[in-house]
């Protein structure tokens, strides 16, 4: 069973619907195919049991998760890293902006 590992340092299973959840409220009115996000889920659970781990932190499900969505979603990129690097002011959204805008450039 896939461990998490939280910022807090407890550990959590894997929970695949609370995952999908959370992604689903950053694509909320978005056009995006929510078949793309369970598929992008199970590619993440996936990639852990191939690499046979047995934890993983919530930092890097959360960076996966963000790599992904900059090319599906920018706005749902951006919903999506405002909750999981929980910006407390605007600095935050404009430095996410920010690094959409160099992907866009390559």
């Known amino acids: 069973m896939l461990m998490v590992q939280k910022k807090d340092g407890s550990y959590e ?7 999908v ?3 689903f409220n950053a694509i909320k009115k978005r056009p995006v195919n929510s078949n793309l996000i369970v598929a992008m889920v199970e590619e993440l659970e996936d ?3 191939r690499q046979m781990r047995s934890t993983v932190t919530s ?3 959360g960076n996966a998760v963000m790599e992904r969505l900059k090319y599906i979603d920018a706005v749902a990129y951006v919903r999506f ?3 999981y690097q929980d910006f407390t002011d605007v600095a935050g959204f404009l430095a996410v902006i920010g690094a959409l805008d160099k992907t866009d450039e390559k």
């Open 59 to 61: 930092s890097e499900i």
């Open 81 to 83: 890293a405002s909750v």
């Open 21 to 23: 959840t959370g992604i």
């Open 47 to 49: 990639e852990y049991s």
């Open 13 to 19: 299973p894997f929970d695949r619907h609370k995952l």
